[in-house]
C-alpha cells in the first residue's frame, strides 16, 4: 500500500503527543494519509497540544470529549502511564483497533486494560518524521486483515514498515531500531569531539561528522554489497582507515559493546511491561 497515494477516511485517536507521537502525527498529516479532520489528539500539555493544533487536527485535554466512534486509537504513552490511563479507552473496544507504541507492553496486558483483542503493537523510530523511519508490527489474532493493512498504511507515511510473526522479536526491534538513533546520534557527538581534539574548529567537526555518517549510510542503503564489502572497499591495506579499525576491531571491542548495548536495551523493554503483567 502507498500512502503517498492512499488516505484513510478513518476517525485517528492519537492518545499522547510528545516527541513519538507528534513524529507519527507530522508524518501522517504531511503525507496526507490521513485528512487533518478526522484526527483527534488527547494531550494533557498545553504546549504540545497547541503544537498539534498547528498541523489542523482535532485537539482534546481528554478523552471525555472525544466522539462517540473511534475507527483506529494509536497510544503513544509512556509503559508507566497505561494502567491508569487506558481502562478510559474502553468504550471503544467493540468497533476500535487499538495500536500501541509503548515498548514492552503485551497484547495479553493491552488486551486486559482495553477489554479488546483487536491489538496492534509497533515499534516506530523518530526518523519517521522526515519519512526515513523504521516501523515493525506485530498484530493480535483478532486483528482483521484490513484492519492490519490500514495500520501498516500509517506508519509507511514514515517510512519502512516490517511485520513479524512472534510478538517477542517487537522487543528486540526496539533494541535495534527503535533505540538505533539514539545510538547513532551518540556517534556523531563522539566523531565530533574527536575531531574538534585533532585541532578542527566545532563548526567543522560536527559538518564533518554529520555529513559521514549520512553519506555512509545513504551508500550502504543504495548499494548492492553488503556493508563489510563496502568496508573493505574503503580499507587500504596499511592505511589510515586500517589503522583506526585496528582498534575498534581489537578484541571485537566495538562489536561486543554493541551486543551489550542492545542487549541493555533489549532487557529493559521486558522489564517495562513485568510490572502491569503481575498486577
Not at 21 to 43: D, K
Not at 69 to 89: F, G, H, N, W
Not at 100 to 122: E, F, P, Q, Y
Not at 169 to 188: E, K, N, Q, V, W
Request: charged share 15%.
Amino acid at each position: 500500500m502507498n500512502p503517498a497515494s492512499t488516505t484513510l477516511s478513518h476517525t485517528l485517536v492519537l492518545v499522547g503527543c510528545g516527541n513519538m507521537g507528534y513524529a507519527l502525527l507530522r508524518g501522517w498529516v504531511n503525507s496526507s494519509t490521513v485528512h487533518s479532520r478526522n484526527v483527534h489528539v488527547i494531550e494533557p500539555v498545553a504546549a504540545l497540544r497547541e503544537r498539534a493544533a498547528l498541523l489542523g487536527v482535532n485537539t482534546h485535554e481528554s478523552c471525555e470529549t472525544l466522539p462517540a466512534k473511534a475507527d483506529l486509537i494509536v497510544i503513544a504513552l509512556k509503559p508507566q502511564a497505561l494502567q491508569s490511563e487506558l481502562p478510559s479507552y474502553r468504550r471503544f473496544s467493540r468497533g476500535t483497533v487499538f495500536v500501541s507504541i509503548a515498548a514492552g507492553v503485551s497484547v495479553g496486558t493491552l488486551k486486559s486494560l482495553l477489554d479488546s483483542a483487536r491489538i496492534v503493537r509497533a515499534m516506530p523510530n523518530t526518523p519517521t518524521a522526515i519519512g526515513k523511519g523504521s516501523t515493525i508490527v506485530f498484530s493480535g489474532s483478532a486483528v482483521g486483515q484490513t484492519d492490519l493493512e490500514n495500520v501498516k498504511c500509517l506508519f509507511e507515511a514514515g517510512g519502512a514498515v516490517h511485520q513479524v510473526a512472534h510478538e517477542s522479536l517487537i522487543d528486540a526491534a526496539t533494541a535495534i531500531s527503535g533505540s538505533g538513533p539514539a545510538y547513532i546520534f551518540y556517534l556523531i557527538e563522539c566523531l565530533t569531539d574527536a575531531a574538534r581534539e585533532l585541532g578542527l574548529s566545532a563548526e567543522i567537526a560536527g559538518k564533518l561528522a554529520k555529513e559521514t555518517v549520512h553519506g555512509a549510510a545513504a551508500l550502504a542503503f543504495d548499494s548492492p554489497e553488503d556493508p563489510a564489502e563496502l568496508r573493505r572497499q574503503v580499507t587500504s591495506p596499511n592505511g589510515t582507515t586500517a589503522a583506526g579499525l585496528s582498534v575498534l576491531a581489537a578484541e571485537n571491542a566495538l562489536s561486543s559493546l554493541i551486543l551489550r548495548t542492545t542487549k541493555a536495551a533489549f532487557d529493559r523493554s521486558l522489564e517495562l511491561g513485568v510490572p502491569m503483567q503481575g498486577r
